[in-house]
Protein backbone atom coordinates (compact mmCIF):
# COMPACT_ATOMS: atom_id res chain seq x y z
CA UNK A 1 0.00 0.00 0.00
CA UNK A 2 2.98 2.58 0.79
CA UNK A 3 4.67 1.50 -2.49
CA UNK A 4 1.61 2.30 -4.52
CA UNK A 5 0.93 5.63 -2.52
CA UNK A 6 4.73 6.68 -2.80
CA UNK A 7 4.20 5.52 -6.95
CA UNK A 8 1.07 7.67 -6.92
CA UNK A 9 2.64 10.82 -5.20
CA UNK A 10 5.91 10.37 -7.42
CA UNK A 11 3.79 10.29 -10.57
CA UNK A 12 1.41 13.63 -8.98
CA UNK A 13 5.27 15.32 -8.59
CA UNK A 14 6.64 14.68 -12.26
CA UNK A 15 2.87 15.54 -13.84
CA UNK A 16 3.22 18.96 -11.75
CA UNK A 17 6.66 19.67 -12.88
CA UNK A 18 6.06 19.05 -16.37
CA UNK A 19 2.89 21.51 -15.67
CA UNK A 20 4.71 24.21 -14.20
CA UNK A 21 7.45 24.43 -16.61
CA UNK A 22 4.45 24.31 -19.80
CA UNK A 23 2.99 27.14 -17.93
CA UNK A 24 6.17 28.99 -17.49
CA UNK A 25 6.75 28.53 -21.45
CA UNK A 26 3.05 29.35 -22.12
CA UNK A 27 2.96 33.27 -23.26
CA UNK A 28 2.72 36.14 -20.89
CA UNK A 29 -0.65 37.35 -20.65
CA UNK A 30 -1.68 41.06 -19.75
CA UNK A 31 -5.23 41.79 -19.43
CA UNK A 32 -6.22 45.01 -20.21
CA UNK A 33 -9.90 47.41 -19.25
CA UNK A 34 -9.41 50.41 -20.09
CA UNK A 35 -11.47 53.59 -20.90
CA UNK A 36 -12.13 53.87 -24.44
CA UNK A 37 -14.13 56.10 -26.25
CA UNK A 38 -15.34 55.23 -30.08
CA UNK A 39 -14.37 58.07 -31.40
CA UNK A 40 -10.45 57.89 -30.23
CA UNK A 41 -7.93 57.38 -32.60
CA UNK A 42 -6.57 54.42 -31.00
CA UNK A 43 -8.25 51.53 -29.88
CA UNK A 44 -7.01 50.15 -26.50
CA UNK A 45 -5.64 47.18 -27.66
CA UNK A 46 -3.85 49.03 -30.62
CA UNK A 47 -2.30 51.66 -28.13
CA UNK A 48 -1.30 48.70 -26.07
CA UNK A 49 0.48 46.70 -29.06
CA UNK A 50 2.44 50.06 -29.76
CA UNK A 51 3.78 50.39 -26.13
CA UNK A 52 4.62 46.34 -26.27
CA UNK A 53 7.13 47.01 -29.46
CA UNK A 54 8.85 49.85 -26.86
CA UNK A 55 9.02 46.90 -24.27
CA UNK A 56 10.16 44.65 -27.07
CA UNK A 57 13.03 47.20 -28.22
CA UNK A 58 14.18 47.65 -24.59
CA UNK A 59 14.77 43.96 -24.04
CA UNK A 60 11.57 42.88 -22.57
CA UNK A 61 9.81 39.93 -23.17
CA UNK A 62 8.70 39.30 -26.78
CA UNK A 63 6.08 36.17 -26.18
CA UNK A 64 2.94 38.73 -24.45
CA UNK A 65 -0.56 38.01 -25.62
CA UNK A 66 -3.44 41.03 -24.77
CA UNK A 67 -6.51 39.72 -22.85
CA UNK A 68 -8.87 42.89 -23.84
CA UNK A 69 -12.43 42.83 -21.31
CA UNK A 70 -14.89 43.72 -24.04
CA UNK A 71 -16.45 47.47 -23.58
CA UNK A 72 -19.73 46.01 -21.87
CA UNK A 73 -22.96 43.95 -22.48
CA UNK A 74 -22.64 40.17 -22.48
CA UNK A 75 -19.24 39.76 -24.13
CA UNK A 76 -17.97 41.52 -21.11
CA UNK A 77 -19.83 39.69 -18.36
CA UNK A 78 -18.75 36.53 -19.84
CA UNK A 79 -14.96 37.51 -20.22
CA UNK A 80 -15.02 38.65 -16.26
CA UNK A 81 -16.79 35.37 -15.42
CA UNK A 82 -14.16 33.83 -17.61
CA UNK A 83 -11.23 35.40 -15.83
CA UNK A 84 -12.41 35.11 -12.59
CA UNK A 85 -12.68 31.42 -12.69
CA UNK A 86 -9.29 31.27 -14.25
CA UNK A 87 -7.92 33.11 -11.23
CA UNK A 88 -9.71 31.01 -8.54
CA UNK A 89 -8.20 28.12 -10.36
CA UNK A 90 -4.58 29.93 -9.49
CA UNK A 91 -4.31 30.54 -13.46
CA UNK A 92 -4.84 33.78 -15.10
CA UNK A 93 -3.22 36.71 -16.55
CA UNK A 94 0.21 37.64 -15.59
CA UNK A 95 -0.39 41.35 -15.24
CA UNK A 96 -3.30 43.57 -15.00
CA UNK A 97 -3.72 47.09 -16.53
CA UNK A 98 -7.08 48.56 -15.39
CA UNK A 99 -9.20 51.34 -15.30
CA UNK A 100 -11.18 51.75 -12.46
CA UNK A 101 -14.95 51.73 -11.89
CA UNK A 102 -15.98 55.04 -11.21
CA UNK A 103 -20.12 54.80 -12.41
CA UNK A 104 -19.67 56.81 -15.09
CA UNK A 105 -18.05 54.84 -17.79
CA UNK A 106 -19.30 52.16 -20.24
CA UNK A 107 -18.21 49.14 -17.66
CA UNK A 108 -20.87 47.65 -16.35
CA UNK A 109 -18.98 45.90 -13.55
CA UNK A 110 -15.11 45.67 -12.76
CA UNK A 111 -13.10 42.67 -12.51
CA UNK A 112 -11.90 44.14 -9.13
CA UNK A 113 -14.89 46.08 -8.17
CA UNK A 114 -12.92 47.17 -4.63
CA UNK A 115 -8.99 46.93 -5.72
CA UNK A 116 -8.06 47.44 -1.75
CA UNK A 117 -10.30 44.12 -0.82
CA UNK A 118 -8.51 41.98 -3.47
CA UNK A 119 -5.52 43.48 -2.47
CA UNK A 120 -6.37 41.95 1.28
CA UNK A 121 -7.68 38.88 -0.46
CA UNK A 122 -4.08 37.96 -1.59
CA UNK A 123 -4.94 38.26 -5.65
CA UNK A 124 -1.43 40.18 -6.16
CA UNK A 125 1.99 39.91 -6.04
CA UNK A 126 4.63 42.11 -3.91
CA UNK A 127 6.59 44.11 -6.23
CA UNK A 128 8.63 45.26 -3.60
CA UNK A 129 12.06 42.99 -4.26
CA UNK A 130 11.62 43.87 -8.10
CA UNK A 131 11.46 47.48 -7.63
CA UNK A 132 14.74 47.27 -5.87
CA UNK A 133 16.17 46.10 -9.41
CA UNK A 134 13.94 48.93 -11.39
CA UNK A 135 15.86 49.93 -14.85
CA UNK A 136 12.93 52.58 -15.95
CA UNK A 137 10.36 53.91 -13.39
CA UNK A 138 12.04 55.53 -10.89
CA UNK A 139 9.90 54.62 -8.13
CA UNK A 140 10.83 56.93 -5.48
CA UNK A 141 9.65 59.59 -7.73
CA UNK A 142 6.18 58.52 -8.21
CA UNK A 143 3.26 60.33 -5.53
CA UNK A 144 3.87 58.96 -2.46
CA UNK A 145 0.27 59.87 -1.20
CA UNK A 146 -0.94 57.91 -4.05
CA UNK A 147 1.04 54.83 -3.87
CA UNK A 148 0.63 54.27 -0.17
CA UNK A 149 -3.55 53.51 -1.59
CA UNK A 150 -1.55 50.12 -3.18
CA UNK A 151 0.75 49.28 -0.07
CA UNK A 152 -0.14 47.13 2.78
CA UNK A 153 2.13 45.42 5.50
CA UNK A 154 2.95 42.85 2.79
CA UNK A 155 4.50 45.29 0.53
CA UNK A 156 3.53 47.56 -3.01
CA UNK A 157 0.64 45.17 -4.54
CA UNK A 158 -0.74 47.77 -6.70
CA UNK A 159 0.56 50.35 -8.84
CA UNK A 160 -1.73 53.79 -9.45
CA UNK A 161 -1.40 54.90 -12.78
CA UNK A 162 -2.86 58.41 -12.79
CA UNK A 163 -5.27 60.09 -10.28
CA UNK A 164 -7.96 62.99 -10.08
CA UNK A 165 -8.18 65.74 -7.94
CA UNK A 166 -10.84 68.45 -8.36
CA UNK A 167 -9.67 72.06 -8.33
CA UNK A 168 -11.25 75.27 -8.05
CA UNK A 169 -8.81 78.01 -9.69
CA UNK A 170 -8.56 82.13 -8.74
CA UNK A 171 -6.46 84.77 -9.47
CA UNK A 172 -3.64 84.50 -7.16
CA UNK A 173 -3.92 88.97 -7.07
CA UNK A 174 -7.63 88.07 -5.75
CA UNK A 175 -7.06 85.57 -3.46
CA UNK A 176 -3.48 85.60 -2.01
CA UNK A 177 -4.42 83.72 1.07
CA UNK A 178 -4.13 80.22 0.21
CA UNK A 179 -5.68 77.78 2.58
CA UNK A 180 -3.03 74.86 4.29
CA UNK A 181 -3.46 71.31 4.88
CA UNK A 182 -4.96 71.43 8.13
CA UNK A 183 -8.15 73.26 6.09
CA UNK A 184 -11.36 70.44 6.50
CA UNK A 185 -14.89 70.60 4.86
CA UNK A 186 -16.72 71.92 7.62
CA UNK A 187 -14.36 75.02 7.80
CA UNK A 188 -15.27 75.55 3.69
CA UNK A 189 -18.88 75.41 4.44
CA UNK A 190 -18.21 78.49 7.24
CA UNK A 191 -15.83 80.50 4.92
CA UNK A 192 -17.11 84.22 5.44
CA UNK A 193 -15.84 85.15 2.29
CA UNK A 194 -17.15 82.23 0.15
CA UNK A 195 -14.06 81.49 -1.20
CA UNK A 196 -13.93 78.17 0.18
CA UNK A 197 -17.73 77.30 -0.01
CA UNK A 198 -17.70 78.24 -3.91
CA UNK A 199 -14.93 74.99 -4.26
CA UNK A 200 -16.80 73.35 -1.99
CA UNK A 201 -20.13 73.59 -3.69
CA UNK A 202 -18.93 72.68 -7.59
CA UNK A 203 -22.40 74.27 -8.69
CA UNK A 204 -22.73 78.00 -10.13
CA UNK A 205 -22.25 80.06 -12.71
CA UNK A 206 -18.68 81.66 -12.57
CA UNK A 207 -17.22 77.72 -12.90
CA UNK A 208 -16.29 75.54 -15.95
CA UNK A 209 -19.21 73.31 -15.59
CA UNK A 210 -19.77 70.97 -18.62
CA UNK A 211 -22.33 68.68 -18.29
CA UNK A 212 -20.28 65.69 -17.94
CA UNK A 213 -17.92 67.03 -15.21
CA UNK A 214 -20.88 68.10 -12.90
CA UNK A 215 -20.94 66.12 -9.66
CA UNK A 216 -21.28 65.68 -5.91
CA UNK A 217 -17.87 64.76 -5.21
CA UNK A 218 -19.24 62.87 -2.00
CA UNK A 219 -16.04 61.08 -1.81
CA UNK A 220 -13.68 63.85 -1.32
CA UNK A 221 -15.43 65.16 1.66
CA UNK A 222 -16.14 62.31 3.03
CA UNK A 223 -12.01 61.06 3.31
CA UNK A 224 -11.47 57.26 3.68
CA UNK A 225 -14.54 55.03 2.83
CA UNK A 226 -13.53 51.97 5.13
CA UNK A 227 -11.95 49.63 6.57
CA UNK A 228 -10.83 46.93 4.15
CA UNK A 229 -9.34 44.68 6.33
CA UNK A 230 -12.17 44.77 8.78
CA UNK A 231 -14.76 45.08 6.57
CA UNK A 232 -16.30 48.04 7.59
CA UNK A 233 -17.19 51.64 6.82
CA UNK A 234 -15.42 54.61 8.29
CA UNK A 235 -18.48 56.97 8.47
CA UNK A 236 -21.80 56.50 10.03
CA UNK A 237 -25.25 56.70 8.54
CA UNK A 238 -25.74 59.88 10.09
CA UNK A 239 -22.61 61.04 9.06
CA UNK A 240 -23.55 60.34 5.57
CA UNK A 241 -26.90 61.63 5.41
CA UNK A 242 -25.30 65.32 6.94
CA UNK A 243 -22.78 65.41 3.89
CA UNK A 244 -25.72 64.90 1.77
CA UNK A 245 -28.15 67.45 3.11
CA UNK A 246 -25.06 69.92 3.08
CA UNK A 247 -24.11 69.21 -0.41
CA UNK A 248 -28.22 69.62 -1.34
CA UNK A 249 -28.49 72.69 0.43
CA UNK A 250 -25.13 74.49 -1.40
CA UNK A 251 -26.96 73.05 -4.85
CA UNK A 252 -30.01 75.06 -3.83
CA UNK A 253 -28.00 77.77 -2.37
CA UNK A 254 -25.26 78.40 -5.34
CA UNK A 255 -27.45 78.17 -8.70
CA UNK A 256 -27.10 79.84 -12.05
CA UNK A 257 -29.44 82.52 -11.24
CA UNK A 258 -28.11 83.12 -7.55
CA UNK A 259 -24.37 83.44 -8.22
CA UNK A 260 -22.23 83.70 -5.32
CA UNK A 261 -20.12 87.67 -5.12
CA UNK A 262 -16.84 85.60 -4.79
CA UNK A 263 -13.80 86.58 -7.41
CA UNK A 264 -13.86 85.36 -10.98
CA UNK A 265 -13.06 81.43 -10.95
CA UNK A 266 -13.40 77.85 -12.65
CA UNK A 267 -13.59 74.46 -11.64
CA UNK A 268 -11.99 71.01 -13.26
CA UNK A 269 -11.50 67.84 -12.73
CA UNK A 270 -7.83 68.17 -14.10
CA UNK A 271 -7.08 66.30 -16.31
CA UNK A 272 -4.28 66.81 -19.26
CA UNK A 273 -7.03 67.28 -21.94
CA UNK A 274 -7.66 70.67 -19.57
CA UNK A 275 -6.78 73.86 -21.62
CA UNK A 276 -5.41 75.78 -18.75
CA UNK A 277 -1.97 74.25 -18.40
CA UNK A 278 -0.14 75.50 -22.04
CA UNK A 279 0.70 78.89 -23.39
CA UNK A 280 -1.63 78.07 -26.47
CA UNK A 281 -4.56 76.70 -26.29
CA UNK A 282 -7.27 76.13 -28.73
CA UNK A 283 -10.42 77.02 -26.99
CA UNK A 284 -8.64 80.79 -27.18
CA UNK A 285 -7.88 80.65 -30.67
CA UNK A 286 -11.49 79.48 -31.17
CA UNK A 287 -12.54 82.73 -29.52
CA UNK A 288 -14.24 80.46 -25.85
CA UNK A 289 -13.52 81.57 -22.96
CA UNK A 290 -14.79 78.71 -20.37
CA UNK A 291 -12.10 80.01 -17.88
CA UNK A 292 -13.49 83.35 -17.65
CA UNK A 293 -10.69 85.62 -18.31
CA UNK A 294 -8.11 83.54 -16.15
CA UNK A 295 -5.29 83.17 -18.56
CA UNK A 296 -3.39 79.85 -18.60
CA UNK A 297 0.09 82.05 -17.38
CA UNK A 298 -1.82 84.04 -14.72
CA UNK A 299 -0.56 83.17 -11.30
CA UNK A 300 -3.54 81.20 -9.94
CA UNK A 301 -4.23 80.31 -6.41
CA UNK A 302 -5.84 76.63 -6.11
CA UNK A 303 -8.14 75.40 -4.07
CA UNK A 304 -9.20 71.53 -3.54
CA UNK A 305 -11.80 70.39 -1.30
CA UNK A 306 -10.83 69.36 1.95
CA UNK A 307 -12.31 66.07 3.81
CA UNK A 308 -14.19 65.77 7.36
CA UNK A 309 -10.51 65.15 8.51
CA UNK A 310 -8.93 67.69 6.88
CA UNK A 311 -6.84 67.49 4.00
CA UNK A 312 -7.08 66.39 0.59
CA UNK A 313 -8.42 63.19 -1.53
CA UNK A 314 -7.89 61.83 -4.06
CA UNK A 315 -9.50 59.24 -6.29
CA UNK A 316 -7.31 56.69 -8.48
CA UNK A 317 -8.36 56.15 -11.93
CA UNK A 318 -6.06 53.16 -13.01
CA UNK A 319 -4.07 51.04 -11.50
CA UNK A 320 -1.70 47.94 -12.63
CA UNK A 321 -0.94 45.04 -10.51
CA UNK A 322 0.91 41.69 -10.93
CA UNK A 323 -0.77 38.54 -10.18
CA UNK A 324 -0.04 36.38 -7.18
CA UNK A 325 -0.64 33.26 -9.63
CA UNK A 326 2.09 34.31 -12.15
CA UNK A 327 5.06 31.94 -13.04
CA UNK A 328 6.69 35.22 -15.10
CA UNK A 329 7.16 37.66 -12.65
CA UNK A 330 10.83 39.10 -13.68
CA UNK A 331 8.98 39.44 -17.37
CA UNK A 332 5.82 40.80 -15.61
CA UNK A 333 7.54 43.72 -13.50
CA UNK A 334 9.52 44.22 -16.66
CA UNK A 335 6.50 45.47 -18.41
CA UNK A 336 5.27 47.05 -14.98
CA UNK A 337 8.52 49.14 -14.75
CA UNK A 338 8.32 50.33 -18.31
CA UNK A 339 4.73 51.04 -18.32
CA UNK A 340 5.71 53.82 -15.07
CA UNK A 341 8.57 54.88 -16.77
CA UNK A 342 9.02 58.55 -17.50
CA UNK A 343 9.44 58.62 -20.91
CA UNK A 344 5.85 56.25 -21.03
CA UNK A 345 3.88 58.81 -18.96
CA UNK A 346 5.48 61.86 -20.52
CA UNK A 347 5.10 60.43 -24.67
CA UNK A 348 3.58 56.87 -25.00
CA UNK A 349 -0.23 56.96 -26.40
CA UNK A 350 -1.11 54.59 -23.81
CA UNK A 351 -1.34 57.58 -21.40
CA UNK A 352 -3.34 59.75 -23.67
CA UNK A 353 -6.65 61.45 -22.54
CA UNK A 354 -8.56 58.65 -24.13
CA UNK A 355 -7.14 55.94 -21.83
CA UNK A 356 -4.70 55.65 -18.95
CA UNK A 357 -4.73 59.56 -18.12
CA UNK A 358 -8.62 60.39 -19.23
CA UNK A 359 -9.58 63.39 -17.11
CA UNK A 360 -6.74 62.66 -14.55
CA UNK A 361 -2.96 63.28 -13.73
CA UNK A 362 0.23 60.92 -14.01
CA UNK A 363 1.77 59.99 -10.76
CA UNK A 364 5.56 61.36 -11.83
CA UNK A 365 6.32 64.50 -9.51
CA UNK A 366 7.90 66.14 -12.30
CA UNK A 367 5.54 66.23 -14.87
CA UNK A 368 3.07 68.69 -15.98
CA UNK A 369 6.32 71.44 -15.54
CA UNK A 370 7.25 73.47 -18.18
CA UNK A 371 10.47 71.39 -18.28
CA UNK A 372 9.01 68.03 -18.18
CA UNK A 373 5.46 68.31 -20.17
CA UNK A 374 3.06 65.70 -21.08
CA UNK A 375 3.00 64.76 -24.78
CA UNK A 376 -0.30 63.47 -25.78
CA UNK A 377 -2.03 65.00 -29.39
CA UNK A 378 -0.79 68.13 -27.57
CA UNK A 379 2.00 69.40 -25.40
CA UNK A 380 0.55 69.79 -21.36
CA UNK A 381 2.00 71.89 -18.57
CA UNK A 382 0.92 74.28 -15.76
CA UNK A 383 1.87 77.67 -16.98
CA UNK A 384 3.69 80.37 -15.64
CA UNK A 385 4.41 79.57 -12.13
CA UNK A 386 1.83 77.82 -11.47
CA UNK A 387 3.27 74.20 -11.21
CA UNK A 388 4.56 75.79 -8.17
CA UNK A 389 0.92 76.45 -7.20
CA UNK A 390 0.15 72.65 -7.94
CA UNK A 391 2.82 70.99 -6.16
CA UNK A 392 1.51 72.90 -2.74
CA UNK A 393 -1.92 71.65 -3.30
CA UNK A 394 -0.35 68.02 -4.37
CA UNK A 395 1.54 68.46 -0.70
CA UNK A 396 -1.70 68.60 0.98
CA UNK A 397 -3.05 65.13 -0.50
CA UNK A 398 -3.45 63.00 2.62
CA UNK A 399 -5.25 59.60 1.12
CA UNK A 400 -5.84 58.42 -1.86
CA UNK A 401 -8.68 55.92 -3.13
CA UNK A 402 -9.17 53.70 -6.04
CA UNK A 403 -12.31 54.94 -7.09
CA UNK A 404 -14.64 51.78 -7.05
CA UNK A 405 -17.64 49.56 -6.03
CA UNK A 406 -18.25 52.45 -3.01
CA UNK A 407 -17.63 55.43 -5.00
CA UNK A 408 -20.66 53.71 -7.40
CA UNK A 409 -23.13 53.43 -4.67
CA UNK A 410 -22.38 57.02 -3.43
CA UNK A 411 -23.00 58.37 -7.22
CA UNK A 412 -25.94 56.01 -7.81
CA UNK A 413 -27.62 57.54 -4.48
CA UNK A 414 -27.45 61.02 -5.68
CA UNK A 415 -29.19 60.31 -8.95
CA UNK A 416 -31.68 58.52 -7.16
CA UNK A 417 -32.34 61.87 -4.66
CA UNK A 418 -32.27 63.46 -7.63
CA UNK A 419 -34.66 61.57 -9.31
CA UNK A 420 -36.96 61.34 -6.28
CA UNK A 421 -37.04 65.12 -6.35
CA UNK A 422 -37.56 65.09 -10.06
CA UNK A 423 -40.56 62.72 -9.82
CA UNK A 424 -42.55 63.37 -6.68
CA UNK A 425 -41.21 60.43 -5.25
CA UNK A 426 -42.49 59.01 -2.04
CA UNK A 427 -39.14 57.91 -1.00
CA UNK A 428 -37.17 60.10 1.42
CA UNK A 429 -33.77 61.47 0.79
CA UNK A 430 -33.52 59.71 4.55
CA UNK A 431 -34.75 56.63 2.86
CA UNK A 432 -32.47 56.84 0.09
CA UNK A 433 -29.44 57.58 1.74
CA UNK A 434 -30.34 54.63 4.92
CA UNK A 435 -30.84 52.12 1.72
CA UNK A 436 -27.38 52.86 0.18
CA UNK A 437 -25.27 52.98 3.47
CA UNK A 438 -26.85 49.00 3.56
CA UNK A 439 -25.75 48.44 0.38
CA UNK A 440 -22.46 49.79 0.96
CA UNK A 441 -22.51 47.75 4.15
CA UNK A 442 -23.12 44.48 2.27
CA UNK A 443 -20.95 44.90 -0.74
CA UNK A 444 -18.12 45.35 2.11
CA UNK A 445 -18.89 41.74 2.95
CA UNK A 446 -18.94 40.45 -0.17
Known sequence: MKKTLCIVLAVLMIVGLFSGCAREKEPLRICVDLDYVSWSQYHAADAMKIFLSRVKDLGGPEDVVLDVIPESG???????????????????????????DDGTSWKAEALFPIPEKAMENGMFLSLDPYIEDEKFAQWDKLMPQVMAAGRDEYGQQIVPIAYAIPLTFYLESDVPEKPGVETAWQEMLEDKTDVLTAAASWYHTKALTLESEQDDHIEYALGELADYENEELLFTEEELLQRVREILELKKQWTPDMPPDVPVHYQTRVGISYDGFGSYSQTYADNVDPFNGIRPEDPKTMIPIYSDDGGTTVTITHFAAISSNTRRPE????????????????????????????????????????????????????????????????????????????????????????????????????????????????????
Open 74 to 100: VERDTAITRLRTEIMAGEGPDLFIMAC
Open 331 to 446: DAFFILDVLMGMDSQQYSDLYGDWFLMRNSLPMHTDLLSAEYPTRHMGTWYFAGDNFEEFCRVRDQITYASFSGALHVMLKEMFWMIDLAEWDESSQTTEEIVSEYYRKMEQILKE
